[in-house]
Nanobody, 130 residues
Framework: QVQLVESGGGLVQAGGSLRLSCAASGRTFSSYRMGWFRQAPGKEREFVSGISRSGSSTYYADSVKGRFTISRDNAKNTVYLQMNSVKPEDTAIYYC???????????????????????WGQGTQVTVSS
């Protein structure tokens, strides 16, 4: 089983930036579609961003589009979430997730569903102060 470990969270002022990283153990990282989700206290987990196996396709929730950028480096077994112009409403625990299924094709709706993903990291806290 692949293990996912998030890092890079912390306290940041509104309008600032930070980059989250998700490091994956295993040998077949390039075959996994990856996603970022977040969950605020008392709220349901919500989709943030997704990326295809090669990195050629990316997907974003409307709430973060234009501010966040997802990327991956398959040689380093790592996926990133660059967060710019952060807002207090971005405060949440951020989780990375991996889809290890052999599905050939995937659409934006596929990436946005938490049920798509088989493996989850333990999360990293992001707190945005005003």
């Amino acid at each position: 089983q692949v293990q996912l470990v998030e890092s890079g969270g912390g306290l940041v002022q509104a309008g600032g930036s930070l980059r989250l990283s998700c490091a994956a153990s295993g040998r077949t990282f390039s075959s996994y579609r990856m996603g970022w989700f977040r969950q605020a206290p008392g709220k349901e987990r919500e989709f943030v961003s997704g990326i295809s196996r090669s990195g050629s396709s990316t997907y974003y929730a409307d709430s973060v589009k234009g501010r966040f950028t997802i990327s991956r480096d398959n040689a380093k077994n790592t996926v990133y979430l660059q967060m710019n112009s952060v807002k207090p409403e971005d405060t949440a625990i951020y989780y990375c997730a991996a889809d290890v299924s052999p599905r050939t094709i995937a659409t934006s709706s596929y990436y946005s569903q938490s049920g798509t993903y088989d493996l989850w990291g333990q999360g990293t806290q992001v707190t945005v102060s005003s």
